[in-house]
């Protein structure tokens, strides 16, 4: 290449870069703010409101909707923001149903969509419309294996499963059915309830009758808080796990003595002052609880919020890569901000360090959780 040529070149691409920079990213969030996953939703939407409205110089918008913990509702509300709004990202939901049906308007419109759902199917098997889809909850057997793992070591030879009757609690099955078998660790019994369901005797009694060591359940939210304690008030004295969707604040406070003694994986953010100092988390934990309490109030900040903060974080290290390619508004600043969440290296946010590539959306490791204990009404880390 001539030396005009590299000039000319050099050029386009400032102009470019230039062109870009005076346009605004708008984000589209759908969050369950509403619902039986509203304990879930609502940090989420109050995290939103702390995340950069300025990335590399360039105004970004948020325009945040409730999906009521609805998928269909979640569904309409994004393909108002693609249609209506443009919008060059997408964030939400918060439940693993509602994300996998928003999955398909993410690939039709080529908006990438980070989730704040935990279930794997969001992103697995990588195809065609999941490569528009990224997440920041930890996967479903990263956590069910820590699980596994821990009843193993505590002697647990039988486990019984209670878990929702949707894709969340499909995933965890799954999940845990697997990590279980590689451990010789027995599942008993596996029922299943819905999350507006007020009682769950029935199921809790042919899990008693099963005689488990320990008992897994496997759902979010305060709706998680039904099975444990009526498994207490029927006399269980084994030992009882949660998955990582119970870790927020509403939990402990409706849950009170009835969810003590809980065991459950969580992400680092949960424990972030107990953390040792060379955790790779625990700084941007800190900086995640200090910002929402400092808005919201002491000892009111939960993982929830925690996964809002990440995607925030992911946007903030991709979208400079893609304004040196594109102005946001078109959909090659779209296919830009894509390739380049693909792209996100070593990026230590409030619930782990991700690695993103073509085949992992998902981008977290062993490093994304820590295994707490509930104790007087608090998380505790177990070392």
Known sequence: MTRTRRAIAALAVAL?????????VNVGVTVSATGPAASIGIPSRKAIALLPT????????????DDATDSTTAVKNVRKLTSENEVDALLGSNSTPAS??????AAETETPLISLAAGSRIIEPMDEKRRWVFKTP????????????????????KAAFIGFADAYGDGWLTAFSKAAERRNLKIVARERYN??????????????S???????VGASGTPAVLPQKTLVERGYKGAVYQTHGVANPD???????????????TGPVVVANQLPDDHPSKKAALEFVRRYEVANGPGTASSFGAHAWDAGLLLKAAVPVALEQARPGTRQFRIALRRALEHVHDLRGAHGVFNMTSTDHGGLDL??????QIRNGTWQLIP
Do not use: C, W
Request: net charge positive.
């Open 210 to 216: 099963a005689k488990p060591d320990a008992v897994l």
């Open 195 to 208: 999350r507006l369901d007020t009682s769950v005797t029935g199921q809790v009694l042919k899990i008693l």
């Open 16 to 24: 470019l870069a230039g062109a870009a920079r005076g346009a605004e």
């Open 100 to 105: 996998l049906a928003m999955v398909d308007v």
């Open 367 to 372: 490093r994304a959780r820590v295994m707490v």
């Open 138 to 157: 930890q996967n479903d057997q990263l956590m069910a294996t820590a699980i596994a793992q821990h009843m193993v070591d505590r002697g647990v030879k």
């Open 251 to 265: 939990f402990l406070r409706v849950g009170g003595k009835g969810v003590e003694g809980a065991f459950l994986p």
């Open 54 to 65: 300025t990335i590399d110089g360039v105004k970004v918008n948020y325009i945040v909707l």
